[in-house]
């Protein structure tokens, strides 16, 4: 057993957590949309062809913006080839995953799928093969109210009113050579700018996101970050960035993804604040995280120019969720700058929900730590002090607990959540300022072995589970936590 202490004081507020930090991603790609939330073949379709059992999953994460239609799609795609009769929609090679789009699901199928879903939608534009009039023609189909050619097109393919879609993508990961038309840092930011400026003037409301770095490793990290910002620093709203992590080194290297996460964080928050010091502007850039996750890239599959192939479907261990919730709450602890947060992706694809075409739909391992976090988390987040035990990795020393704490005035609540990354007991001893009297009103445990998974045949493996709850006395509270477990604590105080 180790002992460990955390100190937190209710003034001591990083910032408000914003629900959009509990967003997802639906990419066309693999099976997100076919057989994902799209099946209208499946038992349980509605009469719009999308899967209820995968919209109540859906619904129970709390998920309350979707990032749409890409992703790496995105860069090749012609929006128009989406809408409309099904029958006259053309089928297209998809060159970004080597797999043929039908375009049987577009922009209005997914704005019905959203408003069923209860989330907002985040529209992407190609800034790839498409061109900056494009990016506004289609601010104008789903925005404008009517009386021009697009906005009556709307209206002829069953949206009367405008959809009034509030956040866009000004691409996607335009630095990748992977991308369908990368481009440089200085092609990408004159494009991007072309392309704000005429959504702008279609509707002055909406806010743009740029494309940040793809990766920490990216060669032009942090460089195209600056050089992009400072073309664009008063038309966009927020800066993009992209993470995963899987094990492919030491399971200590893995455990230490969020503490990588947290430094790429803090490397975009000095360029933004460098590009704003420059133009001497009174904006403070956000942060749009808008994918993350956990993803073996190294177990991609081949597509081969199918139809909604199986690829990209990683089946979630316990040991994944650790690692997913680390990053969980390194995104809480940085709330006063990222605004906007997606998990990559929603169904199927590296995703905390799974399906079988014609069959049940589970919960993976990843699907409670966001649930837990998202349900509660509508208050701040608390700065706060944790000494504990370290550990050595290839990312540097990493404290074996990593934490995130929310309050909720309004509720008098205060949650703890906590990744124990040590194989010993771990005895907690909390110093809760500000509170007065604490009562624990809930604890709730992720445990087992690291390898266990959810399957269609054991589809509740692995779930929280009730555990014990802290004893507290005024604002002092001691806890145990389970060897490699995740747990979630929760106070409410007079």
């Known amino acids: 057993m180790s002992l460990a202490t955390i100190f937190a004081d209710r003034q001591m507020v990083v910032g408000k957590i914003e629900p959009a930090i509990f967003g997802s991603f639906v990419e066309h790609l693999g099976r997100c949309v076919y057989t994902g939330i799209f099946e209208p073949t499946h038992p349980e ?32 795609y012609n929006w128009r080839d989406g809408i409309g009769p099904r029958e006259n929609r053309p089928a297209r090679l ?40 494009e990016a506004g023609s289609l601010v104008e189909y789903c925005n ?19 959809y009034g879609i509030k956040t866009w993508c000004l691409g996607n990961e335009m630095d990748g050579p992977w991308q369908i038309c990368g481009m440089s ?45 400072d073309k664009l620093y008063e038309q966009a709203d927020y800066i993009s960035m992209h993470r995963y992590y899987w094990q492919d080194g030491s399971e200590e290297d893995f455990f230490a993804s969020s503490h990588d996460m947290n430094e790429f964080i803090q490397t975009i928050k000095a360029v933004a604040d460098y590009v704003r010091a420059k133009h001497r502007s009174s904006k403070i850039m956000s942060i749009s995280f808008d994918e993350w996750n956990v993803w073996y890239q190294n177990k991609q599959g081949e597509a081969h120019w199918a139809q909604a192939p199986r690829i990209l479907e990683d089946r979630y261990s316990l040991k994944d969720a650790l690692v997913f919730s680390g990053m969980l709450n390194t995104l809480v602890n940085n709330c006063d700058r990222v605004k906007i947060a997606c998990l990559a992706q929603l169904v199927n ?109 054991r589809p509740d493996l692995v779930k929280p589970k009730e555990g014990e709850k802290p004893a507290t006395k005024g604002e002092h509270a001691v806890a145990a936590l389970s060897p490699l477990s995740y747990t979630v604590l929760r106070f409410k105080h007079e």
């Not at 789009?101 to 069923?116: A, R």
């Not at 200085?186 to 409301?205: I, Q």
């Not at 987040?381 to 540097?396: N, Q, V």
């Open 94 to 133: 998809d060159l970004a995953w080597s797999t043929t789009e039908t375009n049987q699901f577009g922009v209005d199928e997914f704005m019905k799928w959203c408003k069923k879903a209860g989330t907002d939608p985040m529209m992407a534009v190609n800034l790839g093969t498409g061109t900056p009039q």
């Open 45 to 76: 379709a509605d009469s719009d062809g999308f899967r209820t059992d995968t919209l109540e999953l859906v619904k129970g994460l709390n998920v309350p913006i979707v990032r749409y239609p890409g992703g790496n799609f995105v860069s090749g």
């Open 144 to 162: 404008y109210p009517g009386g021009s050619e697009l906005s009556d097109l709307r209206k002829a393919n069953g949206s009367e009113l405008p």
């Open 185 to 229: 840092a200085e092609g990408y930011a004159d494009k991007a700018l072309a392309a704000a400026k005429m959504m702008h003037w279609v509707d002055p409301s909406i806010k743009l996101v740029a494309c940040g770095s793809s990766g920490r490793e990216m060669p032009t990290f942090p460089e195209w970050d600056r050089i992009v910002l």
């Open 349 to 457: 694809v590296i995703a905390p929900i799974f399906t079988e075409p014609g069959g049940a739909a589970i919960k993976q391992s990843i699907y409670y730590p966001f649930q837990l976090l998202s349900s509660h988390g509508n208050g701040v987040a608390l700065s706060h002090i944790t000494k504990c035990d370290t550990f050595s990795s290839r990312h540097g020393e990493v404290k074996i607990l990593s934490s995130s704490i929310g309050y909720n005035e309004a509720d008098k609540e205060l949650s703890l959540y906590l990744v124990n990354y040590s194989a010993s007991k771990v005895e907690l001893s909390l110093e809760l300022r500000g509170f007065g009297d604490l009562s624990a009103t809930e604890c709730l445990v992720l445990e087992g072995n690291l390898d266990d998974a959810n399957t269609f045949e």
